[in-house]
């Protein structure tokens, strides 16, 4: 089965409910993390995730590929597949609807988190769980290091039918004890007996790994049905104390009487035996924009500084906002860091119709991915945002209506870079792949909808890996890719960047709706 990419040709009504009946994965589901090493070469490494791949007989089972760094480039011939145990899958397990790298143990190696949000547990059907990969000299291995379930070995919460838990996830140090921490959801919960409501579990590291029994759960103070709390996480110093703050996306929660408007809420002093929220924002208030039915804020996160303030700062994606009679164009809200946290004093919102952003406003869904890093190895953060209905036209940047020989959501990435005096001060920049990016425009590929921050080469100027899980591998439909673009000083490059599917030299072949892609590590901030 297809895993369903909300598009405008459907329309952008009920996009989570469609999203939980076509299949349990992560497509919405950005992460950030604090390590990327799995083999402690001090170079970036990459977990890609097919969560839609069929195994031998088992539709859906799922597979991650994990491509190594050779000190300049991914060295996909060196990738390594990871899957769930021969004896153990199953049909729907959506192994690598989230994929993570954090040092749990804190050994110095990367530890592979892998989301498999299709998981039956006994009897309750995609109740989910996820595994750990510890990573070594010569990166993760196969079979799990360990196995986690909610209610299980002393795991907060309990597994139910439906909840989708290791749908998204995190890793922070988020009690400054040197060990690396997980924050996994279940944005289909039933909290209160509000179905769908969502709820995130934080998992804190040891020495021996992740430790389940000291593991807190976290819900919404007043949940309803359909918040979909947990669909995304992100994890950012928001209030510069030096412990990581956990960022969480709700976009199916109501705001007023407009039904999926969306949320997010922030959580602060997350040591083992409490948690905070330490804020909440939507766009009622002093966000700018305001809240409209199935605008979804909060589908996306992505945390950067982008002012240089020693602050990181967030962006909320806004994918269905409508623009100028457009609907759904897209927008990104962003939220400044400060001594007190995340604040709306100063909030921006970046728009194709924004000063200083660049690309044509369209039907674009300009938000639905966004990525932190450091693009130029300035001082400052930058963000990618994801806009993957893009139409390329044949100057790259006009609508479909308009130009001949123009592909139909094609997809593209716009970033915005960092600067001390941003947004006065500020640039951007495009890309699709209608040159020199590597590849070429197809009709709904999506690029885009997937992005991931990782440092190859060791540089200090991080690589962009762009998902596009729609693309067409010869006449596989739906068999997923995903293009690198180059860190530099003058900032991202199309010009040497380079692709991969499962056409080789990655391990395994392209299938129909395989969706390589579908779910990225993204070593952001």
Excluded at 303 to 314: Q, R
Excluded at 407 to 432: I, L, N, Q, T
Excluded at 448 to 469: F, K, Q, S, W, Y
Aim: glycine share 18%; net charge negative; hydrophobic share 35%.
């Amino acid at each position: 089965m297809q895993a369903f990419t909300f598009s405008r040709r459907i329309g952008a009504l009920a996009v989570l409910a469609l999203l939980a009946a076509a299949y349990p994965g992560s497509v919405g589901a950005q992460t950030q993390t604090v390590a990327n090493d799995l083999n402690g070469d001090g170079n970036g490494d990459l977990l890609v995730g097919s969560p839609l791949e069929d195994l031998g007989k088992l539709d859906q089972a799922g597979i991650v590929h994990a491509i190594y760094s050779n000190g300049d480039t991914l060295r996909a011939a060196r990738n390594r597949a990871v899957s769930r145990p021969r004896s153990q899958r199953e049909d729907g397990d959506s192994f690598g609807s989230s994929v993570e790298i954090v040092d749990v143990n804190n050994d110095g190696f990367g530890d592979a988190i892998v989301g498999a949000s299709g998981v039956s547990v006994g009897e309750a059907a995609r109740a989910g769980q996820i595994t750990v990969h510890f990573g070594s000299k010569d990166g993760i291995r196969k079979r799990p290091d360990q196995i986690i379930r909610q209610g299980i070995d002393g795991a907060a919460g309990a597994g139910e039918t439906g909840d989708l838990f290791g749908f998204s996830s995190v890793g922070a140090d988020f009690n400054g004890d040197g060990f690396g921490d997980v924050a996994v959801s279940a944005p289909y919960e039933t909290v209160a007996d509000q179905q769908w409501a969502g709820a995130v579990t934080v998992f804190y590291g040891s020495a021996n790994g992740l430790d389940p029994a000291s593991s807190i759960e976290l819900t919404q103070a007043a949940p309803e049905a359909g918040d979909n709390f947990g669909w995304v996480l992100a994890a950012g110093d928001f209030d510069g104390n030096g412990l990581a703050d956990l960022a969480v996306g709700a976009p199916g929660e109501d705001v007023g009487n407009n039904a999926n408007a969306g949320a997010v809420a922030i959580f602060g002093d997350l040591g083992s035996n409490s948690a905070q929220q330490t804020g909440g924002f939507s766009q009622a208030g002093a966000v700018k924009e305001r809240p409209e039915a199935n605008d979804l804020f909060g589908f996306a996160l992505g945390v950067a500084d982008l002012n240089c303030d020693g602050h990181d700062d967030l962006g909320v994606g806004v994918p269905n906002e409508s623009i100028g009679g457009i609907d759904p164009a897209g927008m990104v809200n962003v939220l400044l860091g400060s001594s007190g946290g995340l604040t709306t004093a100063g909030n921006k919102k970046l728009t194709q119709r924004s000063r200083r952003v660049a690309g044509t406003l369209g039907y674009n869904q300009f938000g639905a991915a966004l990525a932190g890093g450091n693009f130029d190895g300035d001082k400052c953060g930058d963000l990618a945002i994801g806009a993957h209905t893009t139409d390329v036209g044949s100057d790259g940047r006009r609508l479909c209506s308009n130009t001949v020989g123009c592909v139909s959501e094609a997809g593209a990435v716009v970033v915005v870079y960092g600067h001390k005096a941003w947004p006065k001060k500020s640039s951007s920049a495009e890309f699709s792949q209608r040159g020199p990016v590597a590849g070429a425009p197809e009709a709904a590929d999506f690029f885009g909808r997937t992005l991931a921050v990782i440092d190859t080469n060791g540089d200090g100027r991080d690589e962009l890996v762009v998902g596009a899980p729609s693309e067409d591998i010869g006449n596989r439909r739906d068999a997923g890719g995903i293009t690198v673009l180059i860190g530099s000083r003058g900032g991202l490059t199309g010009a040497g960047s380079y692709g991969y599917s499962q056409a080789g030299p990655i391990k395994g072949k392209p299938e129909r709706f395989d969706q390589f892609g579908s779910s990225l590590l993204d070593g952001g901030s």
